[in-house]
């Protein structure tokens, strides 16, 4: 293999999905005392945020959504990542 190039295989990543909504992003803060949870969510599958299979059934289970499973080659997963 030449420098970090990786082989042109497909890998498994995961969005969640609640209803037609794909989830973008979540942050934590501490009000008066008390963690809350934001999330923030598309209609566009183009924007959705790919994770990791473990953080998937975590947002799955905060969020009430579900997770659904793509395949890419790692570029195309870092591509999807930077939108």
Do not use: W
């Not at 953080?55 to 997770?67: N, P, R, T, V, Y």
């Not at 395949?71 to 999807?80: G, L, R, V």
């Amino acid at each position: 293999m030449e420098g970090s190039k990786l082989p042109n295989r497909e890998y498994p990543y995961y969005f969640i999905k609640v209803g037609t909504l794909y989830y973008v992003y979540h942050s934590y803060k501490n009000v008066k005392k008390k963690e809350v949870s934001s999330y923030e969510f598309t209609n566009d599958e183009s924007l959705a945020f790919p994770i990791d299979e473990e953080s998937a059934k975590q947002l799955a289970d905060e969020c009430g959504g579900q997770i659904v499973i793509k395949n890419a080659t790692f570029n195309d997963y870092i591509s999807q990542g930077e939108r």
